[in-house]
């Protein structure tokens, strides 16, 4: 019994002294849809936020579990966890950019989750899905 007593004293003064300390694992605030199909013309963003305690890290990743790279004048990568494909002449269509699975990650201290796996799809207005 007085082992338990000074454990106790002993947890609530390691939270006195450090405050708060609570940790909750990502959640999504908004996952990305399954598919997104869109025009060269018009461009695309594919939104995902999640949130959690602290603050989660969010990125994007390939069907291969690669991490996404931002590719200047195609794709590029927001801090709010958004993957915005921009519009493209249809000479700039690369396959592995605009025929490709994604999957969105957030991850803290206290975990990792994967979205829904998204199939992207980009063509041309003369270009039929």
Known sequence: MLCQVVFLTLCWKVGLIYGDISVRGPS????????VDFDNSTGAVVRCSAK???IPDIWWETKNGSAV??????QHLRPD????FA??????????VHD??????AANVAGR???REVKIRAGDKTFHF
Do not use: K, T
Not at 81 to 84: D, I, N, Q, T
Not at 87 to 96: D, L, V
């Open 28 to 35: 999504f605030e908004y996952e990305p849809p399954s598919r």
């Open 52 to 54: 959690g305690q602290p």
């Open 69 to 74: 790279r931002e590719i200047p004048g195609l």
């Open 81 to 84: 966890g958004s993957m915005v």
């Open 87 to 96: 519009p493209f002449a249809p000479i700039q269509y690369r396959r592995e």
């Open 100 to 105: 490709a699975n994604y999957r969105c990650v």
């Open 113 to 115: 989750i994967g979205s």
